[in-house]
Structure formats: C-alpha cells, structure tokens
C-alpha cells in the first residue's frame, strides 16, 4: 500500500468515524472527497454550482504549508504537489495507507528538513465510542536534519463550506490557551438542511508562537473554472516570515461569490537535529441528520471534539495500532495484511450511528444507497461482529423489527433513511435469499458472542421467516423455487431450484436446527432436519452433473447448466460457522476444483460470474458474465477450507493486487470488475468486498498457529 504522488489514485483513504462521513487524504497531499456534512450520497468536491469543472475545489482548498529560514535564506513551500494560486509545491511525497493510518513523507531537495505526517481517526477494536469520532487527526513530525539551527512554521487552513449555500457563512478565531483554531460558521442555515452545522480547524498553540487569518475571498473572479483563478491570500504573510496577520473580522458572505479561507500557523525553532511535533484536528459537527448523530450524546460541537481529541490522541493512536499489529505481526502474507486492514475502511466511509444507537452500512453510497442490504451485508459483517458485536446484534435487531407480516424478512431498511425497508431493487416476487442469509448471520453473531439472551430474542424471528422459506418450496422437493430476478443476482433470471439459492437454504436449516437445539424447540428441529435431509437428496439429483452443480434446473426439463461461481456459497458459511457438509464432500471438492478449471481461467482479472464445460462465459446477462468481488473472495474461502489454499489465495491475491496495482482504487471499491478488459464497474465503497475477512478463519482451520486467535471469537 506504499505510493507516490506521481500515482493517480482514484481514492484516498478515508479519515473520520463510525457514522460519522469521513475526509480523504490522497498521495498528493491533498484532502477532500468529504462526506462529514451527512452528504455520503453527494461527496464534497465541486464547491459553487457556477464555477463549472472546478471538481477538485475542496481537495486543493484544505492545504498545508512550511516556511523555514536558515540564516537569510527563506524558503515556502506548500506540502502537496497540486499547485493553488502559483504558491510553490513540494516536489515528491511518499506515501503509504494502512487504515485507518495514512503516512506522508514530503521530500523536497529544497527545504533543510525533514517532514514527515502522520494522519489518522481512532478504530479499536471493541470500543465503539472512540471509533466513532468526527475528526481527522494530523500529526506533523519535523525534523532538522543540518548543523545549524532553524526557525521553522507550519501553516494549516481551510475553506468555510458549512451547510448548502454560501451565503451567511463566516469564520470564528478562537484561543482557549491550550488551542488555537477556526470554527467554519454559518448564520440563519435553512433549517432543512442536513449539510449544515459546525466545522473546526485547530492546532496545539504551546509549541511555539501560533498566528492565524481569520478570513479571505477564496476565488478571483465569479463563473471561473479552473484552479489558476483561486487566492491563498494568507501566502503573502506566511512566506515572508512564517507568521499570519492575526485578524479575523467575523465578516457573514453575503454574496455567492463570497467564500472564505482561513490559515493557522505555529512559528517555533529546531536546534540542530532536534525534533518537534505539531498537531493539527479537522472536526465537524452535523446534527441535522434526520437521524441524529451517536456522537452528539457525547459532545455539543466540533470544538469539544477538538478538545477531546486533543487531549487523547496517544492513547487512541496506539489502542488502533494495537489490532494491526495482531495482523501485521501474523504468518499471512504481506499483500492479504494489506487487504484486511485496508479493506475496512468501509464500516467508516459507508455507516450511519444514529443518536439512539441505531447502526447501518451503505450497500454503497453514491449508486445505491440502500441501508444494509441484507444481501450483502451477509458478506460483509465478517469483522463487524468481531470488530463492533454490539452494533452488528443492533442492526440485526432492526431487521428482526421490520419483519414482514408473512415472516420473510426484506432486503433493506430503507433508501437513505431507517424505517423503510424494502423488497429489494426488483419488483414482483420476493427474494429467496434473505430469510435464510438472516437465519445463518444470527446464528453467527450468537456463536461469536455466546449472547444467549440475543439468541432468545431473535429466535422467534428466525422462526417465522423459515416458516415463510419453506413456503417458497412450490414443487414440494424441499428446495426453495426462485421465480426470476428474485436473489442478490438481480439482474439474472432464475425459475425453479436454483444452486446459489439452495446451497444458502442447506446451510441455514443446519444453523437453524443449533439455535432450535439450544433453546429445547424439538418439533422446529426436527422439521429442519426433515427439509435438510430432503433438500439435500434434491439438490444432489437435480443439480450435479459429475463435475460440478450447474446453476439451477426448472421442472426437471430446462437446465441451467454453467457452472457459477456462487454455487456452493451456502457451504462457505456451513464452514465458517462450524456447521459441516451440505452436500457429499468429494462432489463439492470436485465442484471447487471444476470452478478453477472453468470460471477462474475465463479471466485474468479473477472467476467470472458464470460459465459453461466448453470454457465459454455466459453472456446471458451482466452479472452472469462478469466478476463480482465479493463471490470471488467467498468462493477463495470455500476452496481453502477444501484444501485447495494456493489457488484460494492466489485467486484472493489477483482480486486484491488489481484494486491495488492496476486500478489504483484501493479505498473506493465497487463491486463489480469486467471480465473481459479489467475494468472497474457499479458501485463504491462496496460492502460485499469485506467477504476478504472470511480468509481468516479458512485459514486458522486449515493452519492452526497462524498468530491470529487473539482478534477472533473463540468460537471461529
């Protein structure tokens, strides 16, 4: 995860806490893409409506700077290579991601230090709070390398992009003796909109002389479209001594041409070879989320929050370091460490924490943002119930209560908002897939937990929606009958049994009838085991062909016969979740190894979605003949624990390195990568991509001793 700001990335890594939107930090120093204004569906990027092309307005308009003299030679330089109004750039930055930490080295020929940053937001493992902090913390280290001394100032600012419009918008200069910063303030905000609030810059002020400039016009001219016409008006002060003119007019926009920058600087000396620490916060508070904020039970505004973090941030550094080093110090691969750590950046870029506890991811923000997709989230929850049980169990528990009258459960909670679920994005029949993906992940979270009251509670839900699954069975042959696009595959027609639906239903009668047993439910126990044993005699006669199970089979007559990469996704999480065989263990060790002859060789991006025992991709619809990230890793999962780990992990390896390494789209993952030439295709920030945690415990079971039992619930 190591880069330079010659690298074009696509997306930087994502700063901020759970639910609370986060701000990117890229390569070039620059940093944007904000989502802290409840605007997940709308990132920040262009700032004014008639400045058209003006994409990268906010990523250039948050810069750093440093200004060192060293005897009479002065020299400014900004610390990004994306130049703002002529001010000179730093040359090169070096840069390596490991979430939710990003380090930057700056290197420049031309300055006598050495500079390097490090960025980061607090998520520890099991301490929700902390992970759930509105701010971005930047820990400047400052070096002077040479024999001689050195006066040396360091410069932060920002742009007032507080609520929706412009106008009323002003910047506040405050110094409570232990910080120094600009509180980003608007006047009479719409009371509809979500995007206003308060937004904070600070700095410490005790490690040497801290000026500031409260506010300055950021744009020449009105209706241009390109960086040359924007102003850093505080460079006039900052490159001539380090220091900023200290005045701040609290002056209202009263114009849409009117935006305001604000600048901080710290002037301090560095005797030869000395070292010294700066520390910068970007805070924000926004409590017009319909929702609320969990954080506005903990703090009244972004300046609090500043404080706090402050105040905490050895500690919350090293509580988030202390889980990667779990990771990092295990026998894994470097390249599947860098896909653990990194890949969590989801749980923070793409979640809402309600003020009274409620807690959801994004399917994915910007496309479809539907509120946990059940779908998907029964792929990417993995870490979320190791990482943040109790939030796993609360959205659980909001699916429980939108359980429909019937028993099935929905697909989502609703579009952009908590209390309205849905059916799914296809109209008509409801999804098979559901009910028993929601059975097998309470059964998880109980199993990793031991919570017995968790599992008293959800049981009667798990019960109703298996009582609805059998009654998909229209055929009596005790599988469930898909009747069109009525899976997570949904743009992909199936009638009749169908091997990705079936497999899912198998494995969740087995957990069902473990959660029955606990709870001394005989007659629903036994009535699992009748439907398993039977559905388990069906789906081996209708779907095995000698080779592996082909995708489904209508009324005996019509036969879907490719093989899928889906097909036996039900026995990825009987493994997972110690549950045993669904089916007869040489045909699904058959089926794994016919899936990389067929489905893997299709591709050289990774296994495609769908295809036949001649080597042909089915090009029956466009889930069918492409690569779906999320399937690929689960598919690695099954093929490790049947004993084919090389493959596995090369596989898992080829998906991670192609985000990395060739697409460089390592933060903002979608879910979808064309088979055929390798491009990227729907979605973002996509939760499915968080099945990568599923190679931990394949791996702990197939190779104890891996260094890892510490992160995991006993129980995996």
């Excluded at 972004?302 to 706090?308: E, H, L, M, R």
């Excluded at 999320?630 to 596989?651: P, Q, R, T, V």
């Amino acid at each position: 995860m190591k880069y330079t700001s010659k690298d074009n990335l696509k997306s930087g890594l994502h700063l901020g806490g759970l639910g609370t939107g986060t701000l990117q930090v890229f390569p070039d120093g620059t940093r944007g893409v904000f989502t802290g204004q409840n605007n997940w569906e709308h990132p920040l990027g262009q700032l004014h409506w008639f400045r058209p092309g003006s994409g990268s307005d906010f990523r250039v308009a948050n810069p750093f700077a440093v200004y060192v003299e060293k005897k009479d030679k002065k020299i400014a330089k900004l610390l990004q290579t994306i130049p703002l109004a002529n001010c000179p750039t730093v040359k090169e930055i070096k840069y390596e991601g490991t979430f939710p930490i990003a380090d930057l080295e700056f290197k420049d020929a031309g300055l006598p230090l050495k500079i390097e940053l490090r960025a980061f937001s607090p998520f520890i493992k099991g301490d929700c709070k902390n992970s759930g902090l509105p701010c971005a913390i930047y820990i400047f280290k400052i070096t002077n390398p040479t024999n001689s001394p050195l006066v040396v100032s360091l410069l932060t600012s920002g742009i007032n992009a507080n609520a929706d419009w412009n106008v009323g918008r002003f910047n506040e200069v405050i110094n409570d003796g232990r910080l120094i910063g600009i509180n980003f303030r608007k006047k009479n905000p719409r009371p509809s909109d979500e995007t206003a609030g308060m937004i904070s810059l600070t700095t410490t002020c005790r490690e040497g002389k801290a000026s500031y400039f409260g506010e300055w016009q950021y744009a020449r001219e009105a209706f241009k479209g390109n960086l040359k016409d924007r102003r850093f008006d505080a460079w006039e002060y900052f490159s001539r001594d380090g220091t900023l003119p200290n005045t701040n007019s609290k002056r209202q926009a009263f114009g849409e041409f009117d935006e305001w920058m604000g600048a901080l600087a710290v002037k301090f000396r560095l005797a030869p070879h000395q070292t010294k620490q700066i520390s910068v916060y970007y805070t924000w508070y926004m409590p017009k989320h319909y929702s609320g904020h969990m954080y506005q039970n903990w703090f009244k505004n972004s300046w609090q929050v500043a404080k706090y973090v402050d105040k905490n941030k050895n500690g919350l550094l090293r509580k988030t370091l202390k889980w990667q080093a779990t990771i990092k110090d295990s026998t894994l691969p470097k390249w599947l460490k860098d896909a653990l750590i990194n890949n969590l950046y989801v749980y923070t870029a793409a979640s809402w924490w309600t003020k009274k506890g409620d807690f959801a991811l994004y399917e994915n923000t910007v496309k479809w943002p539907l509120m946990d997709s059940l779908d998907v989230r029964y792929y990417g929850t993995i870490p979320l119930a190791i990482f943040f049980p109790e939030l796993e169990k609360r959205t659980i528990g909001m699916f429980a209560g939108a359980q429909r009258f019937d028993g099935r459960i929905p697909h989502d909670l609703g579009k952009r908002q908590l209390n309205c679920p849905s059916d799914g994005t296809t109209a008509g029949k409801p999804w098979k897939d559901l009910s028993t993906k929601f059975a097998l992940m309470v059964y998880r979270d109980y199993l990793w937990t031991g919570d017995k009251i968790f599992l008293k509670k959800m049981y009667p839900v798990v019960k109703k929606a298996m009582k609805w699954q059998f009654s998909t069975d229209k055929n009596k042959d005790y599988l469930p009958d898909n009747e069109g696009k009525d899976s997570t595959f949904d743009m992909w027609d199936f009638h009749g049994t169908n091997s990705y639906t079936s497999s899912v239903f198998l494995a969740s009668l087995l957990a069902t009838q473990k959660m029955a047993e606990k709870l001394g439910d005989d007659n629903f126990l036994n009535k699992c085991r009748e439907y398993f044993l039977k559905g388990k005699e069906t789906f081996q006669r209708k779907l095995w062909n000698g080779k592996f199970y082909v995708a489904g089979c209508e009324d005996n007559s019509k036969i879907y016969p490719s093989s899928t990469v889906g097909q036996l996704n039900g026995q990825w999480y009987a493994h997972l979740l110690g549950l045993g065989y669904i089916l007869p263990e040489e045909c699904v060790k058959k089926a794994v190894k016919s899936m990389f002859e067929l489905n893997v060789r299709a591709s050289r991006f990774g296994a495609v979605n769908s295809v036949f025992s001649n080597g042909r991709i089915d090009r029956s619809s466009y889930h069918a003949e492409n690569i779906w990230v999320g399937e690929n890793y689960a598919f690695c999962c099954l093929a490790i624990y049947e004993g084919f780990i090389e493959e596995g992990m090369s596989l898992a390896r080829k998906i991670w390195f192609h985000f990395v390494k060739k697409a460089l789209n390592p933060w903002s993952q979608p879910d979808v990568i064309y088979a055929k030439d390798g491009r990227l295709g729907d979605g973002e920030l996509y939760l499915r991509n968080l099945s990568v945690w599923g190679l931990l415990p394949a791996l702990a079971r197939v190779s104890p001793g891996s260094g890892l039992s510490s992160i995991f619930p006993q129980k995996i």
